[in-house]
């Protein structure tokens, strides 16, 4: 689900939205849907709401402000919805419930993945591109299959057959195989490219993608949080892979938990 926030019918006739409007000289339209850009990009980029890591000139582009960038900051502090310390005024209270859910969500996969992983004895590890990506070395860790047919034992029809190593079952449409040591290495070495220079905020979406494996037509599958909007990153995933060396990387799709 994407990032959203409440809207309150209030605000068309509150006292604060008239003094933006006297301040930036806009209409309440304009000032209206002004304060709507500025709070999406927040959701997208600062879900925290603090806002002291971005220029005015980020911010200005974020509400479409062709305007002077510290004129429209000024102004939205003046007016009581940025705080002096740069954070969005009451944010708890616009995204608050919307940050709950991420949260909660979050903390329900921790505990499952530790379930997992307390009931988990047999593979090795997922790739881990989060680790990887700090520059620690990336793990893999291979989906557990269910067992395949004893192929040295008796067949149907009685007769011995030469011990032979087991064969994967063909896999259902939308399956894909774990991903493989080049898989990991391509993935990490993308993943570093494409965040060098990054603002932190998209660095750490990016870092939060799960490395799956690979589809049947060679595209890779990664996953993302509940809290990234993966449709944001596809076309940027896509181009690091290519960068990367990944022939099927402009096929590559981003799914979500």
Known sequence: MPPWLESHADLRDHPKLDLLMDLLAITRRDACGLLHFVWWRTLTYAPSGDLSDFTDGQIARWADWDGDPGHLVSALKTAGFMDSTRTIHDWEEFAGRWIDRRNADADRKREARKAAAAGHTNGSAAPDVRAAS????????????????????????????????????????????????????????????????????????????????????????????????????????RAALVNAGDEAGGKAVIVTA
Request: hydrophobic fraction near 35%; charge should be positive.
């Open 134 to 237: 700090a520059g620690r070395p990336a793990r893999v860790r291979t989906p557990a299959r269910a067992p395949g047919p004893d192929l040295t034992g008796p067949n149907h029809t009685g007769q011995n057959r030469t011990a032979t190593s087991p064969q994967p079952p063909p896999r259902a449409e939308g399956a894909i195989t774990p991903p493989t040591t080049d898989d990991v290495k391509l993935w990490t070495t993308a993943l570093a490219q494409v965040t060098d220079g990054m603002l932190p905020a998209n660095a750490e979406k990016l870092a939060a993608l799960e490395l799956l494996g690979r589809e049947a037509d060679g595209r890779l599958r990664l996953r993302a949080p509940p809290w990234v909007d993966a449709s944001r990153f596809v076309g940027t995933v």
